[in-house]
């Protein structure tokens, strides 16, 4: 274990992963000086107000180079990530950048090319794995109690109404790679060593195509691991707006050689139903009137703080840099084999024909 050190953090990008990393950031007992950006300056004006912070730039380098930042969160769009990361790393800085890496391979490899000649530190945020659920599983995956994974399946649910807020802010984050790609990460995570080799996908398009979007209702994908592994995926976020999950429900199961996994998270468990309705944390003046609780992807706000697999993962994050001990984050080369196996996903249910694994670049 490493001696304890204090930290001053930047948090670039002040939307709504932004505003809870800066939140969550704040109360730390190791942050000593928290920094906000955004291309926005009103809105990075707006959160360093409500986080405490003591510097914002509507200039996101700025306040990387701040000297009293030696930390980085961005958390901007998927689309801008590769800027922020690879000046962070340039000045010797840590980074966790959301999930994915990045939308193109061009994008991750001169991310990866930056953290290869500067030798520095770069975690992926996929918050899933820091899920209660997922970590148990994990571990009993350590342990080696389902033996050969033969097969699996990851499905996962949501509302149009939050994918057309997700399309809206980048119409490249389609369902398949905003929110598939979490359970591509979960399922290579659990597989860990044995990595994809084939994909087969198909999509239905209809009701974002009739908004301009180029994505589809529902994906299914079979993915081939090395070892004959046979894994099937699919997001369809394209349910009624009403529907009540205030985020992701989904399903996961592992059929083993010698053990089966099934992990139910579709939150039908813990419902309220509301004459006065329920807010929905990811589209704003959106309200249903039944909840799926405990469906919000991040987390919930519950008695004055932040809790669920975004808050863990945060905190793990900044625990890690404070005491140097080992974290579970996704891994810049685990990251980038997501970034692949959702882009043969859409590739391949766009062109209805198989994709092999890697991809050619």
Not at 45 to 55: S, V
Not at 203 to 213: A, E, I, N, R, V
Request: with cysteine.
């Amino acid at each position: 274990m490493k001696q304890s050190k204090a930290l001053g953090v930047a948090v670039v990008g002040a939307g709504r992963i932004g505003t809870l990393r800066a939140r969550l950031a704040a109360k730390h007992p190791a942050v000593e000086f928290l920094a906000i950006s955004d291309l926005d300056s009103q809105r990075a004006r707006f959160l360093a107000g409500q986080a405490g912070a003591d510097f914002h730039s509507g200039n996101n380098l700025e306040v990387i180079e701040r000297p009293e930042v030696n930390a980085v969160f961005v958390s901007t769009p998927e689309g801008e990530h590769a800027a922020p990361v690879r000046r962070a790393l340039e000045l010797g800085k840590p980074v966790l950048v959301e999930k994915p890496i990045a939308l193109t391979l061009k994008d991750a490899d001169d991310i990866l090319a930056t953290l290869k000649a500067t030798g520095g530190s770069l975690c992926i945020g996929y918050s899933r794995r820091f899920k209660e659920c997922f970590l148990r599983a994990k571990e009993q995956m350590i342990h080696g109690r389902l033996g050969r994974v033969i097969g699996g399946l990851a499905r996962v649910y949501n509302s149009r109404a939050q994918a057309f807020a997700i399309l809206k802010r980048d119409a490249h984050a389609t369902p398949v790679m905003d929110v598939l790609t979490y359970y591509v990460d979960l399922m290579c995570w659990f597989m860990e060593g044995n990595p994809p080799v084939e994909v087969v996908a198909r999509g239905q398009s209809g009701l974002f195509k009739s908004k301009g979007y180029n994505a589809h209702d529902v994906t299914w994908a079979l993915v081939t691991f090395a070892d004959g592994a046979v894994i099937n995926l699919g997001v369809s976020y394209a349910l009624p707006e009403k529907y009540p999950t205030l985020g992701q429900s989904d399903r996961v199961e592992l059929l083993g050689a010698e053990g089966t996994m099934i992990i139910d998270d579709d939150h039908m468990d813990h419902l309220l139903f509301s004459d006065k309705g329920i807010p929905h944390a990811y589209v704003p003046d959106h309200q249903v009137n039944m909840a799926f609780l405990g469906s919000n992807t991040a987390g919930d706000w519950a008695v004055g703080d932040f809790w669920g697999p975004l808050a863990n993962e945060t905190r793990a994050w900044l625990d890690h840099l404070v005491t140097g001990n080992p974290t579970v984050h996704t891994t810049p080369g685990q990251a980038r084999i997501n970034l692949e196996t959702t882009l043969a996903i859409e590739r391949s249910a766009h062109t209805g024909q198989p994709v092999r694994l890697p991809l050619e670049t």
